[in-house]
């Protein structure tokens, strides 16, 4: 197997890096507070904390097709175990620590002797265990609950949730492979791919590494597995639900992919497990499919606000340039997924086109999944609302009066614990180290330790970003310490100073970072300024749904009109092409945000009528001007219920 030619680039572990304050420090507090709470309520009142003492009557559900949500409670738990692993890691707390060890205590009761783990089938379904990987998700529980297993170990030192998911993992291994009397299995839903690597790494255990390679190389070959397990479940493989196994990325061998496709959160999932493996193995082939994917999703599938998966029928992919606005799944889950694969494809290819993309799906798409309180969530992310317009189609969830509104729970809510263990983390993201090379990612208040050029230094970074580009960055050491800075440049950014101890710096560019060699001191500072003007956005002219219209941004964020600011009908709103866009901090705005304001025009029938359609000859029209004020999208549906929307009409 040929080798990846490059630098081993990885990021900084998370108990590295301080967050305190600023626009990351309260969203982290918040999430402390409020929303790791808030969920462990709901895996009470939904019975999922129960679950686990593995009690209830043992009644087969009438179809091994669609068994219900009670399959992927397991998964719950785990994403919640996750977020509580990295608030623990930078915040202690001893009485969140007693009631995640209460937990792991019944989980590790639930496990049967031979390592299965499942609250679901052993109950109520004995004989479907492993008996439909295509739909049932045994494999995914395991990959969520791997995850918090290595978290919680590492941020306290606790093996026993860790012991219990590697004897589970090794039962896995025991029942699917290609050796003789294993059966060549895999999940439906991808997740486990990416566990498994976190596994290996965290045991340094190749037989973690083996199965994680094993599940990718085996998924789509002939004959198809799925066809396989439906006959032995007494179906036919025509019957299938979905009808493509391009749902679930296995119409075909992985390395014969061309395009992202299907369920958007398991192709991110998947596409992020395929990254971490090509890393670990070197497997160029792997290589080249992760940037073949990469590069289609984000040049004709991606949203401007980094959301994935237009239609709510697959929760997925469609085709390229298809993007509608009002009806956009743009699952919370399919964001924090597409952020995950974007963060490993810089440590796989070093390029800060992943990090500007996993910047995007963070500060948009994913953040707009929680409320501000912090208590409250959104499964779909459209780009525009009005009222009657769900954009869940299936699920009516969010919809409330008529208006599209963040709710406290799911039937399925696989998004709040996602959501919250992402903001949990957030501080793996803002750093990358490749040898004697620092890679700043984000920009944020925070303080990273670092082992780097012989010496342990400290870095200190102030900013008020996301609502300015000033960065300043001190570094703090006992000696003098060589070592090179590479500060990113977002694609946004058509304008940058930079400077350090005060002496303005032409750093050489390379793969989008600003790169800083020399030997740093205790007190040098360097002082990034990222140039952020309003940017109108235009689509790409095969974007049907929005030609003809704008968006706005700065920095990171996309903006969004709503009606409690600007009115109804914001249909017939049209920014001028002459229209000044001005920028102003409003601190009533949930604490402070960047506002866009300007004149813009409502252009409507100049006369009220009953009638359905009008001739422009004998109605005309009135260009009414007014002041608009747009809001970063992640906050929108925080007031008033009401229309929203992204893009709008350029005259």
Known sequence: MSKVVGNRAAPIPLKQV?????????????????????????????GRIESWSMGGPAVPPPSHQRIGVRVFWDSDSGKWLESVAYSLATHPDAELQALADDLIDAIAGAQRDDGYLNTYFPVHFPEGEWANLRDNHEMYNAGHLLEAAVAYAQATGKRKMLDVLIRFTDHIAATFGTEDGKRRGYGGHPEIELALVKLYRETGEKRFL??????????????????????????????????????????????????????????????????????????????????????DLTRHQMYVHGGVGPSHHNEGFTFAYDMPTETAYCETCAAIALAFWAHRMFHLDPDSRYIDVMELAIYNSSLSGLSH??????????????????????????????????TPWFHCPCCPPNISRLIASIGEYAYSQ???????????????????????????????????????????????????????????????????????????????????????????????????????????????????????????????LEEVDNGPRL??????ETSELDVSFDSELFGGASVITGEALRIEPAEESAALYRHQSRAGYNEAAFSFKAIPYYL????????????????
């Open 18 to 46: 301080s967050i305190t304050r600023g626009f990351w420090g309260e969203r982290q507090s918040v999430n402390r507070a409020v929303t790791i709470p808030a969920i462990y309520r709901k895996l009470e009142e939904t």
């Open 210 to 295: 083996d199965l994680a390679s094993y599940l990718i190389d085996e998924r789509g070959q002939a004959p198809h597995y799925y066809d396989q397990e439906s006959v032995q479940r007494g179906e036919q493989p025509e019957d299938y639900w979905a009808r493509t196994y391009r749902y679930c990325q296995a119409h075909l061998p992985l390395r014969e992919h061309t395009e992202a496709n299907g369920h958007s959160v398991r192709a991110c999932y998947l596409y992020a497990g395929i990254a971490d493996v090509a890393l670990e193995t070197g497997d160029d082939e792997l290589l080249r499919l992760s940037r073949l994917l990469w590069d």
């Open 373 to 406: 309180s912090g208590d409250e969530f959104f499964y779909a992310n459209p780009l525009a609302a009005y009222p009657g317009v769900n954009p869940q189609g299936r699920w009516h969830e969010n919809m409330e009066d008529g208006h599209y509104r963040r």
């Open 434 to 560: 490749a040898g004697a090379r620092v890679y700043v990612q984000m920009y944020h208040d925070n303080a990273v330790t670092l082992d780097v050029g012989g010496g342990e230094i400290r870095l200190v970074q102030e900013t008020q970003y996301p609502w300015d580009g000033s960065v300043r960055i001190s570094v703090e050491s006992t000696g003098t310490v060589a070592f090179e800075m590479a500060l990113r440049i977002p694609d946004w950014c058509y304008d940058c100073q930079l400077s350090v101890n005060g002496e303005a710096q032409a750093a050489p560019a390379e793969r989008g970072y600003a790169i800083l060699s020399r030997e740093w001191n205790d007190g040098d500072t360097i002082e990034l300024t990222l140039a952020m003007p309003v940017e109108r956005v235009m689509p790409h002219p095969s974007i049907r749904q929005t030609a003809g219209q704008i968006a706005l941004q700065r920095g990171p964020l996309v903006y969004c």
């Open 571 to 576: 249909a017939n709103v049209c920014i001028p």
């Open 636 to 651: 929108w549906a925080n007031r008033a219920p009401g229309e929203m929307r992204v893009w709008l009409r350029s005259c």
